[in-house]
């Protein structure tokens, strides 16, 4: 009996030791894009109405701002479908709109350092030629040019006239978060307005939300740098009144912080949208929203493992299956053997379990960007989508890039 226990308990730990050692694995790569150089952030929307979601992403050392068509399950682990929408200095950020109503989606692009400016680029007349890259047209937004070191853009109907508009920002001297009222004619971008909401350092996220119920769409931000960096949100004066009222600022978290990438999620499933917001140099800070005003948060601090990088991205999704939202979170600085990926899984309760980490990409790549969760190969499992500039044996970047999910 005696050996028949040391057995059991020899096997036992045996398969413990294999299954610890099959969780530290990384996940598998896949590659959608390396073609050029410096991979900026991806964003995300179904441009061609197949039901799946497609990227756009701004190659700050290439110059290059690209779409990649979403080919389906099937194909998801070979590179995409793609297309060069044109060719800029400086791209920070790249986003899909159909800033003319005409049914096609068009490209918007930010750019810093010396070119300091935003840049539409039409997409062609017809679906057709979606990948035809003559057939795409690159122009300057005039009231952007100059103003500041343009970050990121966000489409938005702001005002209820004519087509949308875009929320805007940037970072250094004069900076500022605003908004670019659309003329009657969109194509006509000399008649586009620009309106001030806010002075900033260094913007990193925006987002578009109804913070308080009231029936029209606020904006959620970061702000990295300078004397009023931190989550916050501004608060929408209301239809007619968007140019002439002043957007209240109403707190979130992370004041004084360096705070970087913030996602919207309701972590805990209790039917209020929480923030969770990537702080330097190594921390989430999850801010549980108490009520549906937006101005009631309770912080909570989540730290990140000691062999990553600093905190750049965060997100949230099941990966384990067990019916439980786990974080996952992206790192710049993440030299090897630091891991640049990482997703966390909470055993006990959100506001007092401890946190768990799992190995993602491993060290693979140093500098990782926005997080994406999206089933690339309908597996029922959700992977992970992200960007990487620094890494590889060129130091030109992953690129863009999405590892696959291998629970069980």
């Known amino acids: 009996m005696i050996r028949y226990l040391a057995c059991l308990i020899a096997c036992s730990l045996a398969a413990l030791a294999a299954a610890s050692a099959s969780a530290q694995n990384p996940w598998p790569r896949h590659v959608i894009d390396d073609a050029s150089r410096g991979a900026d952030g991806i964003r995300l929307a179904d441009v ?55 049914g096609v989606v068009d490209v918007v692009s930010c750019c810093e350092g010396k070119t300091r400016n935003v840049f539409v680029h039409w997409a062609p007349a017809g679906r057709e030629r979606y990948l035809d890259e003559k057939a795409w047209r690159t122009e300057p937004l005039p009231a952007s040019a100059k103003a500041m070191m343009w970050m990121f853009a966000l489409p938005l109907q702001m005002d209820n006239r004519n087509g949308v508009d ?39 996220s925006l987002i578009a939300r109804d913070m308080d119920g009231d029936g029209d769409m606020d904006i959620v931000f970061t702000d990295r740098k300078g004397n009023q960096s931190g989550a916050a949100w501004l608060e929408n004066p209301g239809p007619g009144e968007v140019q002439t009222k002043p957007w209240r600022e109403q707190a979130i978290g992370g004041a004084g912080r360096e705070v970087m990438f913030l996602e919207l999620v309701d972590l805990d499933r209790d039917g209020l949208e929480d923030v969770l917001i990537g702080a330097k140099p190594r921390e989430i800070l999850w801010m549980r929203r108490l009520d549906r005003t937006g101005r009631a948060w309770e912080r909570h601090a989540i730290s990140q493992p000691q062999n990553t990088g600093t905190a750049k991205a965060v997100n949230a999704a099941d990966f384990d299956g067990d019916g439980q939202l786990d974080l996952v979170f992206s790192c710049e600085s993440a030299q090897p053997p630091l891991h640049g990926l990482m997703w966390l899984s909470c055993a006990g309760p959100f506001t007092a379990g401890e946190w768990v980490a799992h190995v993602l990409s491993g060290a693979d790549g140093i500098k990782h960007d926005l997080i994406g969760i999206i089933d690339m190969n309908d597996d029922g499992r959700p992977d992970v989508l992200t960007t990487e500039e620094l890494g590889g044996q060129s130091r030109h970047g992953l690129g863009v890039i999405w590892y696959e999910n291998p629970s069980d």
């Open 48 to 102: 061609n109405g197949d039901g799946r979601l497609d990227i756009t992403t701004g190659w700050e050392q290439g110059g290059a701002v690209r779409v990649y068509l979403n080919p389906g399950p099937a194909r998801a682990k070979e590179k995409w479908p793609a297309v060069t929408v044109g060719q800029v200095g400086d791209v920070e950020d790249a986003v899909f709109a159909d800033l003319d109503g005409d």
């Open 166 to 204: 875009l929320v805007a920002g940037g970072k250094g001297k004069d900076a500022a978060i605003g908004w670019f009222e659309a003329p009657a004619q969109a194509r006509r971008l000399k008649d586009w307005q620009w309106h001030s909401l806010r002075p900033c350092g260094w913007l990193m």
